[in-house]
């Protein structure tokens, strides 16, 4: 499907992508930086991109932004995104329907929500309940890539 110039771009990190962005000594840090420069990439085309991250995730991976350590996160923009009341309830009826951790339906609701005006790509160690849970969307257009 081609987007037209100025659509939204969406990249949502999972927990170990958000692990190995905010640690450099993570073996997996180096192709998140590159995936992330890619998508700043776009920004420089008028495309729009973010990067953001369930606070549920956030969470579940033990990252405070408060410490020394998550620096990049913000120098990097990622932006997070609270689990508001509304918000958990779709998580819920999502891990209902497909199963999976909390924090995974939690990010695929964020996939969701991002989904009508953006290009979603969620990015995850997880191949089994990731694509599960946005195969319970009622969208085609999130994309998952692995990490």
């Known amino acids: 499907m ?3 110039p100025g659509t939204a771009i969406v990249a949502i990190l999972d927990n170990e992508p958000l692990q190995a962005l905010a640690d450099p000594a993570h073996p997996k840090h180096r192709e ?6 890619a998508v700043a990439q776009r920004r420089r085309r008028a495309e729009a991109p973010s990067v953001i991250v369930s606070t549920a995730v956030r969470l579940e991976a033990g990252i405070d932004r408060q410490a020394p350590s998550s620096a990049l996160l913000g120098k990097l923009r990622v ?3 609270a ?3 509304s918000r958990t309830d779709r998580a819920v009826a999502l891990r209902r329907a497909a199963g999976g951790a ?4 939690a990010t695929v609701q964020l996939a969701e929500e991002s989904a009508p005006a953006a290009r979603v790509t969620v990015y995850t160690a997880d191949l089994t309940d990731m694509p599960r849970l946005i195969a319970a969307l009622d969208t085609a257009s999130v994309r998952v890539h692995r990490v």
């Open 83 to 85: 689990l508001s009341s």
């Open 2 to 4: 081609t987007r037209k």
């Open 79 to 81: 932006r997070d995104e």
């Open 102 to 105: 909390p924090a995974d339906a």
């Open 32 to 37: 998140l930086m590159r995936l992330l420069e």
